[in-house]
């Protein structure tokens, strides 16, 4: 599976809303393969991944809030000590994911900007 580094987070506190009906039935989807096989390989990316693909915002091969998501992408890496193309089992970068942003004072740092972050600052990481 293909994932953006800030996409790490996202699916941990995914509570089952989103932009619209087919992103919110692709992203359950996405989230239930990855908790029935916690050993999927990710390859993190720095575009567009398999979470995008559902998503009204994915404008050809970019998203439409590009330099938005790009500071989150960014920001995770740097956290997180991640890099687009690294690859690891599913389990072990959502728990760095975790330990180091959902955990710490950088949740907010990171989130504080997304439309989300209050929903997700009360979503236990699952
Ligand atoms: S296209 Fe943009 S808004 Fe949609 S899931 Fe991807 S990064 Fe998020
Ligand atoms: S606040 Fe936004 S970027 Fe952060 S985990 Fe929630 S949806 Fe993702």
């Not at 089952?16 to 999927?40: S, W």
């Not at 995770?76 to 710490?104: P, R, Y």
Request: with cysteine; hydrophobic share 40%; net charge negative.
């Amino acid at each position: 599976m293909k994932l953006r580094p800030h996409h790490l987070l996202c699916i941990q506190k995914f509570t089952g809303k989103g932009y619209d009906a087919a992103f919110t039935a692709h992203m359950t989807a996405v989230c239930a393969a990855l908790h029935d096989r916690p050993d999927t390989s990710v390859t993190l990316t720095a575009g567009c991944d398999d979470v995008c693909a559902a998503c009204p915002h994915k404008a050809g091969a970019e998203c439409d809030t590009a330099e938005k998501v790009q500071a989150l992408d960014r920001a995770v890496s740097e956290h997180c000590a991640l890099q687009a193309g690294m690859t690891a089992d599913w389990t072990s970068l959502k728990n760095i994911a975790s330990a180091k942003i959902f955990h710490t004072d950088a949740f907010a740092a990171v989130c504080g900007g997304c439309q989300w972050y209050g929903l997700c600052r009360e979503t236990e990481e699952s």
